[in-house]
Every structure is written in C-alpha cells, then in structure tokens.
C-alpha cells in the first residue's frame, strides 16, 4: 500500500494559482496510476483528474481541462496539481490516490484545503 501525504492548499484569489503535492511512501509508487480528487463543502468527493504510471498520459474533468496540470516525478514519489485560474467553485479539499480509471483504489491522506476566494 502507498500512502500518501498532500500538501500546498491555501486561500488564494479567483484567478490566481496553487501548486499542490503529493508524496508516497514506498517503492512501488511508480507503478501506479495516480490522481487528483477534491471535496467541496456539502457535495460528494468527485475526480480531477489522472495521470498514468510513466507521466505519459493524463486526464481531466472537464470542469478543470486547461485550467489545471497534473504532473509526476517518479523519483520524488510525487505528484502535483497546478491550479491556474482558480474559481470560487474551486474551493475544496484535495485528495490524491492511487488510479484504476478515474477510480480511486488506496487509502485517502488528510488531504489539503484550497479556498478561493471571489
């Protein structure tokens, strides 16, 4: 099992930007898919988006497609979200996971919270 620890929330401004991390324990990190995912206040966790095992591929919400970039660097065990044009309905708490599809497969971190602000 990885486990997972998120970090880089904050309060930022609509249309500002966040990078947030994600770092995994283990060596097996790189064999999997990873993702992003988010909770907003009252709604259903829902995903952002996914990368493949090798950074080659990458998926997105369609809520967020050409506002967020999510990338991975195997040899940090890491994965970030960069969040560009931030909306209030943005604000959540962000998760990362491990991948089968858009499907969350490993225990869920602590999470990190974004809040824009309009």
């Known amino acids: 099992q990885v486990q997972l620890v998120e970090s880089g929330g904050g309060l930022v401004q609509a249309g500002g930007s966040l990078r947030l991390s994600c770092a995994a324990s283990g060596r097996t990190f790189s064999r999997y898919s990873m993702g992003w995912f988010r909770q907003a206040p009252g709604k259903e966790r829902e995903y952002v988006a996914g990368i493949t095992s090798s950074g080659g591929t990458t998926y997105y919400a369609n809520s967020v497609k050409g506002r967020f970039t999510i990338t991975r660097d195997n040899a940090k065990n890491t994965v970030y979200l960069q969040m560009n044009g931030l909306k209030p309905e943005d604000t959540a708490v962000y998760y990362c996971?491990?991948?089968?599809?858009?499907?969350?497969?490993?225990?869920w971190g602590q999470g990190t919270r974004v809040t824009v602000s309009s």
């Open positions: 996971n491990t991948l089968m599809g858009t499907q969350p497969t490993g225990n």
